[in-house]
């Protein structure tokens, strides 16, 4: 692009910060959070859960691409919240012979489900939890309200 009048944007973002988030098609979080690309990284899964995956992400993010601080944001009327772990296992098991070697991430109660991912990230010893931060998002009236963990 360099020369059609686009400046380069670094790999590192500019504000050192990492969004792990839910893959929710409602949550616009650039917007939402009035940001720019090159601004953030942004890891989305199923829940915004701390997976072995956002985990790695987080690793690379923080130790080659120069992130410190991480928000994690959950939000309002998930999908997560409308099914049972253990019967969609049951049925999984039934359909394919087996149960899924990982947890769906149902909930029921999106403030504790924040808390339990902030408090799974800071006990891991790959991510640097010096400013991990727990959010919801309220996908009707774009509202963010931190959830406090501590």
């Known amino acids: 692009m360099a020369g ?26 650039f917007g939402a959070l009035g940001l720019d690309l090159g601004e953030v990284h942004l890891i989305r899964n199923a829940g915004g859960i701390a997976t072995d ?3 790695r992400s987080l ?7 120069g992130t410190r601080s991480i928000m994690v944001i959950h939000h309002s009327r998930c999908g997560l919240e409308t099914f049972d772990e253990e019967q969609l296992q049951g ?5 394919f012979g087996a149960r899924a070697p ?19 990230l800071r006990a891991s010893p790959f991510v640097d939890t010096t400013e991990v931060r727990g ?11 931190e959830v406090l963990v501590d």
């Not at 959010?135 to 963010?144: A, Q």
């Open 102 to 120: 990982f947890r769906l991430g149902a909930y029921r109660d999106v403030d504790a489900d924040v808390r339990a991912t902030v408090a799974a």
């Open 59 to 65: 690793l690379l993010s923080q130790r080659l691409l």
């Open 53 to 55: 995956d956002a985990v």
């Open 135 to 145: 959010f919801v998002f309220d996908v009707d009236d774009g509202d963010l309200r």
């Open 4 to 29: 059609h009048g686009h400046r380069e944007l670094s790999t590192t973002p500019r504000l050192h910060l990492a969004v792990l988030t839910c893959m929710d098609s409602r949550l616009d979080l």
């Open 91 to 95: 049925q999984l098991e039934v359909e």
